[in-house]
């Protein structure tokens, strides 16, 4: 099932002489839990494809489709409804509530919409993202790691219609970079939760079933598969696709 489609998407900031144009005409499908990873140099347009998918920002042209419903057709309460259940949105900073404790701050999308939660669900996203014992804890007492858990189970918690997450392990050390990609993956893989992630890890990208490389605004490169690797080889230009060959017999 197709979750995701752009058609022509382009996005100018400025006017005149400052006019940037950030994304030139991007066409993009998706398939509802498919895991994309987002490539490409810094200023190349990933962010903001990222923001207009959400519904945070609008394109100049072209259209998105989310679950077959055009989102530049929405209102602002109508867009605001639909970021808050339809997208989970993953920065890398974590954009926690400091005064609520961790389980109120993953619910706030529902209380936001005065929705009582499944108990259920959210003692798997809980115990998924391995914050059971930090549910009464406020995000100041939470390492970075476990705070960016807690925004990737807040994320989770409408069970959206897409994860995009912008460099969600840009502020990590090597270890709890790894834990968010493996709870992105159980997501991915145990809810069906479609994913995109803008990624500057070579390492990152090749966990994921499918690379879109961005370059000044346009896709360059779509791959799935095994060719994958190559595509990080080739954005990265070192050899990672032979460093890392046995992750393509593990991610199929
Ligand atoms: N609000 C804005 N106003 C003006 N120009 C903008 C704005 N947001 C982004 N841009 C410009 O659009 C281009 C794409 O920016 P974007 O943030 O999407 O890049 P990126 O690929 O996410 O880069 P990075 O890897 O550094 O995060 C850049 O040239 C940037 O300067
Ligand atoms: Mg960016």
Same mark, same amino acid.
């Given at each position: 099932?197709?979750?995701?489609?752009?058609?022509?998407?382009? #996005?100018?900031?400025? =006017?005149?002489?400052?006019?940037?144009? *950030?994304?030139?005409?991007?066409?993009?499908?998706?398939? #509802?839990? $498919?895991?994309?990873?987002?490539?490409?140099?810094?200023?190349?347009? =990933?962010? @903001?494809?990222?923001?207009?998918?959400?519904?945070?920002?609008?394109?100049?042209?072209?259209?998105?489709?989310?679950?077959?419903?055009?989102?530049?057709?929405?209102?602002?309460? $109508?867009?605001?409804? &639909?970021?808050?259940? =339809?997208?989970?949105?993953?920065?890398? &900073?974590?954009?926690?509530?400091? @005064?609520?404790?961790?389980? =109120?701050?993953?619910?706030?999308?529902?209380?936001?919409?005065?929705? #009582?939660?499944?108990?259920?669900?959210?003692?798997?996203?809980?115990?998924?993202?391995?914050?059971?014992? #930090?549910?009464?804890?406020?995000?100041?007492?939470?390492?970075?790691? /476990?705070?960016?858990?807690?925004?990737?189970?807040?994320?989770?918690?409408?069970?959206?219609?897409?994860?995009?997450?912008? $460099?969600?392990?840009?502020?990590?050390?090597?270890?709890?970079?790894?834990?968010?990609?493996?709870?992105?993956? &159980?997501?991915?893989?145990? &809810?069906? /939760?479609?994913?995109?992630?803008?990624?500057?890890?070579?390492?990152? *990208?090749?966990?994921?079933?499918?690379?879109? @490389?961005? $370059?000044?605004?346009?896709?360059?490169?779509?791959?799935?598969?095994?060719?994958?690797?190559? @595509?990080?080889?080739?954005?990265?230009?070192?050899?990672?696709?032979?460093?890392?060959?046995?992750? /393509?017999?593990?991610?199929?």
């Amino acid at each position: 099932m197709e979750i995701l489609s752009c058609q022509g998407v382009t #996005k100018v900031f400025g =006017k005149g002489d400052n006019q940037v144009t *950030a994304l030139n005409g991007i066409d993009l499908t998706v398939e #509802k839990g $498919e895991f994309t990873a987002i490539v490409g140099a810094s200023g190349s347009g =990933k962010s @903001t494809l990222l923001h207009i998918l959400g519904s945070v920002d609008r394109p100049t042209e072209g259209s998105v489709l989310v679950e077959g419903v055009d989102i530049g057709g929405m209102n602002a309460s $109508e867009a605001a409804v &639909f970021r808050r259940r =339809k997208v989970g949105l993953v920065y890398q &900073f974590y954009n926690l509530i400091p @005064t609520l404790t961790v389980e =109120k701050n993953i619910l706030m999308p529902l209380l936001l919409d005065k929705r #009582k939660p499944d108990p259920d669900y959210l003692g798997t996203v809980v115990k998924t993202l391995g914050l059971e014992d #930090k549910r009464e804890a406020l995000p100041g007492q939470l390492s970075g790691g /476990q705070q960016q858990r807690v925004a990737i189970a807040r994320s989770l918690i409408y069970r959206p219609a897409l994860l995009l997450a912008d $460099e969600p392990t840009g502020n990590l050390d090597r270890k709890n970079s790894r834990e968010i990609v493996d709870m992105l993956k &159980f997501s991915n893989r145990n &809810f069906n /939760q479609t994913v995109l992630m803008i990624t500057h890890d070579e390492k990152i *990208a090749l966990e994921a079933d499918r690379v879109i @490389t961005i $370059e000044d605004g346009r896709i360059v490169g779509d791959r799935s598969g095994d060719s994958v690797g190559r @595509t990080i080889s080739d954005h990265c230009g070192g050899p990672a696709g032979q460093r890392d060959g046995g992750l /393509q017999g593990k991610r199929r």
